[in-house]
């Protein structure tokens, strides 16, 4: 496949679309003392069920993008990116990129008894899924899997599994005689423990989970495994894009309001260069950054590109634009953007957590080299 950007006429949102930006946006401004990511970040704090409930029974917002068939709202990638997009800009702590990867990866199995019994309770909120594809060090879909598959039964261990501790199932990748596979077992199965991880990001929960002869159901035809998650992890990659701009543009307002008000030597510090200069450097980024993440969400929906270079370059692009919005953040709120009660370390966090979650920065620049770089000719 050409690399070459195809030429179309500019993307405009919808009105529905509009819309759906717009009730997420009020719900997540409406709840938001009672789900804060404060609240998450306490000891013993765990899911909210009842707000994962609303977002997917009462608005429908969880599986967007899964067809009408299995409990979904038959939307393309667009949708729930504009959602990821308002939830990372709250910091909701529930599970949204997580269930996009969950139900992706039951989608590309081609499972359609699995899609049955699965995808319509994770749609409407009243199941929770993750995916187990890390090895026993955290390795995001390694070759060969440290959990392994045997007469329906799983043993191993799988490191830094995102939203694993709240998960009522688990899709997990496995090695078999046929090569690494999927299965799916209730969470709370005997052989299965989660151990929660206390990681940097204390609003995406993160467990080490292991298995010691539980039962598990196969998903899809043996040895299809890891295809099935690339191809899922390609759209789960382009809405946790979504949610990183979403946090990075969320940054950038409250600390532009906050340069326009605090007072120094007599003068806002908005007024002073430096800091006009930081601003606008972030503002660039959050524009660039929507730009290359709805080409990767419409890329995904209507092709054109190579769906998996438009995802890797989303995540590099807002990635970096969340890294440097979080750290003008804490610079320009000065000593109080420093502290624990500031929600600025929180965004902090976020930024660099996600810069070593699903594979890491590291991997998604090589796959650009290779998907890109390396297929060009030398010239002469």
Same mark, same amino acid.
């Given at each position: 496949?050409?690399?070459?950007?195809?030429?179309?006429?500019?993307?405009?949102?919808?009105?529905?679309? &509009?819309?759906?930006?717009?009730?997420? &946006?009020?719900?997540?401004? &409406?709840?938001?003392?009672?789900?804060? =990511? %404060?609240?998450?970040?306490?000891? $013993?704090?765990?899911?909210?069920?009842?707000?994962?409930?609303?977002?997917?029974?009462?608005?429908?917002?969880?599986?967007?993008?899964?067809?009408?068939?299995?409990?979904?709202?038959?939307?393309?990638?667009?949708?729930?990116? @504009?959602?990821?997009?308002?939830?990372? $800009?709250?910091?909701?702590?529930?599970?949204?990129?997580?269930?996009?990867?969950?139900?992706?990866?039951?989608?590309?199995?081609?499972?359609?008894?699995?899609?049955?019994?699965?995808?319509?309770?994770?749609?409407? $909120?009243?199941?929770?899924?993750?995916?187990?594809?890390?090895?026993?060090?955290?390795?995001?879909?390694?070759?060969?899997?440290? !959990?392994?598959?045997?007469?329906?039964?799983?043993?191993?261990?799988?490191?830094?599994?995102?939203?694993?501790?709240?998960?009522?199932?688990?899709?997990?990748?496995?090695?078999? %005689?046929?090569? =690494?596979?999927?299965?799916?077992?209730?969470?709370?199965?005997?052989?299965?423990? &989660?151990?929660?991880?206390?990681?940097?990001?204390?609003?995406?929960?993160?467990?080490?989970?292991?298995?010691?002869?539980?039962?598990?159901? =196969?998903?899809?035809?043996?040895? %299809?495994?890891?295809?099935?998650?690339?191809?899922?992890?390609? %759209?789960?990659?382009?809405?946790?894009?979504?949610?990183?701009?979403?946090?990075?543009?969320?940054?950038?307002?409250?600390?532009?309001?906050?340069?326009?008000?605090?007072?120094?030597?007599?003068?806002?510090?908005?007024?002073?260069?430096?800091?006009?200069?930081?601003?606008?450097?972030?503002?660039?980024?959050?524009?660039?950054?929507?730009?290359?993440?709805?080409?990767?969400?419409?890329?995904?929906?209507?092709?054109?590109?190579?769906?998996?270079?438009?995802?890797? @370059?989303?995540?590099?692009?807002?990635?970096?634009?969340?890294?440097?919005?979080?750290?003008?953040?804490?610079?320009?709120?000065?000593?109080?953007?420093?502290?624990?009660?500031?929600?600025?370390?929180?965004?902090?966090?976020?930024?660099?957590?996600?810069? !070593? @979650?699903?594979?890491?920065?590291?991997?998604?620049?090589?796959?650009?080299?290779?998907?890109?770089?390396?297929?060009?000719?030398?010239?002469?």
């Amino acid at each position: 496949m050409s690399h070459d950007f195809v030429r179309r006429a500019p993307f405009v949102l919808g009105e529905e679309q &509009r819309a759906l930006r717009r009730m997420i &946006r009020d719900y997540a401004d &409406r709840e938001g003392d009672a789900w804060g =990511p %404060r609240t998450a970040i306490e000891p $013993g704090a765990g899911l909210d069920r009842d707000q994962w409930r609303r977002l997917g029974g009462e608005l429908g917002a969880v599986g967007l993008d899964v067809p009408e068939k299995w409990g979904g709202g038959g939307t393309g990638l667009v949708e729930p990116a @504009l959602v990821a997009e308002e939830l990372g $800009g709250a910091l909701v702590p529930l599970p949204y990129v997580a269930s996009v990867l969950a139900a992706w990866t039951l989608l590309a199995s081609g499972d359609e008894i699995a899609m049955a019994e699965h995808l319509p309770a994770l749609c409407a $909120g009243t199941a929770v899924y993750a995916v187990a594809c890390t090895d026993a060090r955290g390795r995001w879909t390694p070759a060969r899997p440290s !959990v392994r598959a045997e007469r329906g039964t799983l043993t191993g261990t799988a490191a830094h599994v995102v939203g694993a501790q709240d998960a009522d199932h688990l899709i997990v990748l496995a090695e078999t %005689r046929d090569g =690494p596979s999927l299965l799916i077992a209730d969470a709370d199965a005997p052989g299965i423990t &989660r151990a929660p991880i206390t990681s940097l990001d204390l609003t995406r929960p993160q467990a080490t989970v292991s298995f010691d002869g539980a039962s598990a159901r =196969p998903v899809g035809a043996p040895g %299809r495994g890891a295809a099935a998650l690339s191809a899922a992890a390609d %759209r789960a990659i382009v809405v946790l894009a979504a949610e990183a701009l979403g946090a990075a543009e969320r940054l950038l307002t409250e600390t532009v309001a906050y340069a326009g008000t605090r007072i120094q030597f007599g003068r806002a510090i908005g007024s002073y260069q430096a800091v006009k200069h930081q601003c606008a450097d972030v503002l660039v980024g959050v524009e660039q950054s929507r730009s290359v993440v709805y080409h990767a969400a419409w890329t995904a929906d209507l092709g054109g590109d190579d769906p998996a270079l438009t995802a890797s @370059l989303a995540r590099l692009t807002t990635a970096k634009t969340l890294t440097d919005a979080a750290s003008a953040a804490v610079q320009i709120h000065g000593g109080i953007g420093f502290t624990w009660e500031h929600f600025a370390h929180l965004y902090f966090k976020r930024a660099h957590s996600d810069a !070593v @979650l699903w594979g890491g920065l590291a991997q998604h620049r090589e796959r650009v080299a290779e998907l890109l770089l390396d297929t060009l000719e030398p010239t002469t």
